[in-house]
């Protein structure tokens, strides 16, 4: 793989991996140097690998790096007697400066450790959120934007004051109590799924998949699972949630990206492997007493893995949806509803449901009416589709919906009325 190709690939595996190692071994006062040597050591790969070559063990070479940006860190500041020094000291005097530890079982351990500090109950939960998806997730300013729904300014302020109260309340990189485990673990969850649906359908750059985002969601949902004190039913019910959602990567687009929908999409491109995975969280997360949020989309998307349709799958579907909009309120769960609701009910039940959500300033919502609207109404199909079109943020999305707005014109003999 050419390095143009190999380094941000590595960048989004291997940078919070990283991080979050020298986070936990520099210390919560020194988040940024954590970052910044991370940073570094990327850099170095982009100024180093294009003149000789990709090394043998590409991951192994930017581990020895950090490593070593490390130890000169310190060297050349007097963070080993200020801060190092003093706790060696009450140790054995024999000791000296312990190496950067990145083996596969540390990097695993300070990320769930830094998952749960960052979602300490001083910091403000978007603070806890935004810092999560950046230390942990890798996700850039833009991105983290873009999942919170929020601007770039606001976002950076979020994350100082996050470091800030981080530092002065001299917090440490520790898995905390089974007590504060359950009162942070909300948070936690929220910051994955977040992460998960950037990486499904994303709008922060020009390509509406990022299996890599959705990759790494799933693998630090695994860690929870892997953890006793961590491994409860809603952790559970998101991993399945994202494992349904992954079997059908391979059918969701097209070789120019093109998304390709739910009712189009090839069956027998679905990973099967993954179904099966995500049956199994969703029966160990059946477990618990409690039905949370994500038992419900899980259950959701466990339906959308049968794709023949039927009244039974449908009626399951849209019995979901409402339990979730009563357990916790969204427009794009209230838009997704008036699908399952057409195919219950007839679109035009679910056309009426639909405008009056009034979401004029969604591209989705505009698409569903122009597939609610095109074998009832072709004219009022194309129109919906034009405002989706003017609304639509990425190319992918634009040469979908201009593919429906060119197949109506033809059946309607080119009378665009736009």
Not at 174 to 184: G, T, V, Y
Not at 385 to 410: G, M, N, P, V, W
């Amino acid at each position: 793989m050419p390095e143009q190709e190999l380094i941000p690939r590595l960048f989004r595996t291997e940078f919070t991996k990283i991080t979050s190692v020298l986070c936990k071994y520099l210390g919560t006062d020194n988040i940024g140097i954590a970052e910044d040597i991370a940073s570094e050591t990327f850099m170095a790969a982009l100024e180093t690998w294009p003149y000789r070559g990709v090394p043998e063990n590409p991951v192994a070479w930017l581990y020895t790096v950090a490593k070593n940006k490390t130890k000169n860190y310190i060297n050349r500041t007097h963070l080993f007697n200020e801060a190092i020094a003093p706790v060696l000291a009450k140790s054995d005097p024999e000791e000296v400066l312990p190496e950067v530890d990145l083996s596969g079982k540390n990097i695993s351990d300070s990320q769930l450790q830094m998952l749960f500090t960052i979602c300490h109950p001083s910091i403000s939960v978007e603070s806890q959120i935004g810092l999560s998806l950046r230390i942990l997730c890798g996700l850039g300013i833009d991105e983290i934007a873009n999942a919170l729904l929020t601007n770039k300014e606001t976002v950076n302020k979020r994350l100082q004051r996050a470091k800030e109260k981080l530092r002065t309340e001299k917090i440490r990189i520790e898995l905390p109590s089974e007590k504060d485990i359950s009162s942070r673990l909300e948070t936690v969850l929220t910051t994955l799924y977040l992460l998960f649906n950037e990486g499904y359908y994303s709008e922060s750059r020009d390509s509406v998949v990022r299996e890599d985002l959705c990759l790494e969601a799933m693998r630090l949902t695994y860690l929870l699972v892997g953890n006793e004190q961590t491994n409860k039913p809603e952790v559970n019910a998101l991993l399945s949630l994202m494992c349904f959602h992954s079997s059908r990567f391979n059918a969701r687009k097209m070789n120019n990206g093109e998304i390709i929908l739910y009712s189009e999409q090839d069956e027998s491109l679905w990973n099967q492997e993954l179904i099966t995975r995500g049956a199994y969280f969703l029966r160990q997360a059946s477990t618990g007493e409690d039905i949370s949020k994500y038992h419900l989309e899980a259950g959701i998307a466990f339906w959308h893995t049968i794709k023949k349709d039927s009244k039974e799958k449908w009626e399951s579907i849209l019995q979901l949806y409402n339990e979730l909009l009563i357990k916790e309120y969204s427009p794009v769960a209230a838009l997704n509803r008036t699908y399952a609701l057409s195919m219950v009910h007839g679109k035009e039940a679910a056309i009426e449901a639909a405008e009056k959500l009034n979401l004029e300033r969604n591209h989705f919502y505009f698409t569903l009416l122009g597939e609610l609207y095109k074998d009832i109404d072709k004219q009022k199909a194309l129109l919906n589709y034009q405002k989706a079109l003017s609304l639509a943020k990425t190319q992918t999305d634009k040469q979908l919906l201009k593919r429906k707005i060119d197949l109506i014109d033809k059946l309607t003999g080119g009378q665009n009325p736009g």
